[in-house]
């Protein structure tokens, strides 16, 4: 009989707490070594001059200072991997210490070395971030420069920089002020395009809406006011995607503040849409009182009201699917309050954002579905259905020639099912 290859459990355990034990000694062993070259380069290259014994008050050796470098090439390999294990990320972390270590100086250098590798661009994204966090940290300023410079170090989030001149102008906004400004006046972001708008100036100025919008209203105003119509939207929507306005809620004095600016900068045409805005995210607050007092504390006309009631059933919708808790109670719910900002369009409005959740999977989609011909059932309201159908297009023709079948008005009914049918675009 052959011997079965069996570890015993207990074998099995030592073996693997073995292994766990040698990784964290890996670890601990990296970071002694870059303890003690910081003490070497904070002692004139001798890591025992730092404990203040007699050896300390020797006059220093003409030892040079041991200056380790990152092997970016390397380091692009591990990023490249889909899974770390222990040795890789040792490796991660100590280029994250020796890069703390760094000058602004030397952080540009490695920016520089880092852009003259032939690697693929997610590899050099993910280097890239590594040093301009470290940078952000130490010298936003010099940052800033570097990345609003031609040439300059492309990023991988669109926040990142929002991120680092917000925080900045935070802190201490008549510096930041006054470097934009003077990014201005020197022509830095001159643009070529027919709207005369530059992205970075767009972002920047977005980031300074940010931090000016809840502290001083009328220099907010006046910075949008001073910029061509043409390129005012594209701040405010900029500002909208990465300001998280209305995430504390209402009352908050920004979104007063908020609601006058757009009046006072924006064409009527574009009101609507911006004022609605603020609404993603106050619609994460439970119920619906967050929204009701900010549409309230602007004055929300109707048009303004149907765009934050279309706002709000998107992003409800969307949490409800996420935790399963699309049902007719909770849309009940919805129904009753968006009859109080736009009776004669909620039902619309809710056709239209059931419509949109087949994006949230199969499940999702076919409970909107389910949900829209219930609604239409007890309300009569044919309007839930043609809303549906005009978004729905992922549906496939078939289901939504169903949904056409119990529209009741006979002429809207014949035109919806001749629409369908005729669709080039729509699948079975």
Same mark, same amino acid.
């Given at each position: 009989? @052959?011997?079965?290859?069996?570890i015993p459990p207990a074998l099995a355990l030592a073996a693997v707490g073995l292994w766990l034990s040698r990784s964290w000694g890996e670890l601990q062993a990296a970071n002694e070594r870059l303890l003690v070259l910081q003490r070497a380069s904070s002692h004139d290259g001798d890591p025992f001059l730092a404990d203040g014994s007699e050896r300390s008050r020797? %006059?220093?050796r003409d030892i040079p200072k041991l200056q380790p470098k990152i092997g970016w090439q390397r380091l692009s390999e591990i990023h490249g991997q889909p899974s770390k294990g222990i040795f890789a990320k040792l490796e991660l972390r100590r280029a994250e210490l020796l890069l703390r270590e760094m000058t602004p100086e030397e952080l540009l250098a490695a920016l520089a070395e880092i852009a003259a590798l032939d690697v693929d661009v997610r590899e050099r994204w993910a280097m890239n971030e590594q040093v301009l966090t470290v940078l952000a940290a130490k010298d936003p300023v010099t940052?800033?420069?570097?990345?609003?410079? %031609?040439g300059g170090t492309e990023v991988l989030s669109g926040n990142f920089t929002f991120d680092v001149f917000s925080g900045w102008a935070g802190k201490d906004p008549a510096a930041a002020i006054a470097w934009l400004d003077g990014k201005i006046s020197s022509g830095d972001f001159t643009s070529k395009s027919l709207t005369g708008e530059n992205h970075h100036r767009t972002t920047l100025e977005a980031a300074m809406l940010k931090v000016l919008i809840g502290s001083d209203a009328a220099a907010a105003t006046a910075r949008i006011s001073a910029l061509? !119509?043409?390129?005012?939207?594209?701040?405010?929507?900029?500002?909208?995607?990465? /300001? !998280?306005? /209305? @995430?504390? /809620?209402?009352?908050?004095?920004?979104l007063t503040n908020y609601g006058a600016l757009i009046r006072a900068t924006l064409p009527a045409d574009d009101q609507a849409t911006a004022i609605s805005s603020p609404i993603r995210s106050l619609a994460a607050h439970p119920g619906y009182g967050n929204i009701d007092g900010y549409l309230d504390e602007v004055a929300a006309t109707p048009r303004e009201r149907l765009s934050g009631v279309a706002a709000t059933a998107t992003t409800k919708f969307r949490y409800l699917v996420e935790g399963n808790r699309l049902n007719v109670e909770e849309l009940d719910k919805f129904r009753a309050w968006a009859a109080t900002q736009s009776p004669e369009r909620a039902d619309a409005t809710m056709g239209s954002a059931l419509a949109g959740l087949a994006n949230n999977g199969a499940g999702a989609g076919a409970k909107a579905y389910e949900l829209a011909v219930h609604y239409h059932g007890e309300t009569g309201n044919d309007q839930i259905l043609v809303s549906f159908m005009i978004l729905g297009s992922s549906y496939g023709r078939e289901k939504l020639l169903s949904l056409a079948e119990r529209i009741k008005d006979p002429e809207l009914r014949g035109k919806s099912i001749e629409e369908l049918r005729k669709n080039p675009y729509m699948g079975p």
């Open positions: 009989m @052959k011997p079965i290859h069996f020797r %006059p220093p940052l800033l420069d570097h990345l609003t410079s %031609p061509p !119509e043409a390129q005012r939207a594209g701040i405010i929507t900029r500002f909208n995607i990465s /300001g !998280e306005l /209305g @995430k504390r /809620g209402f009352p908050d004095p920004s």
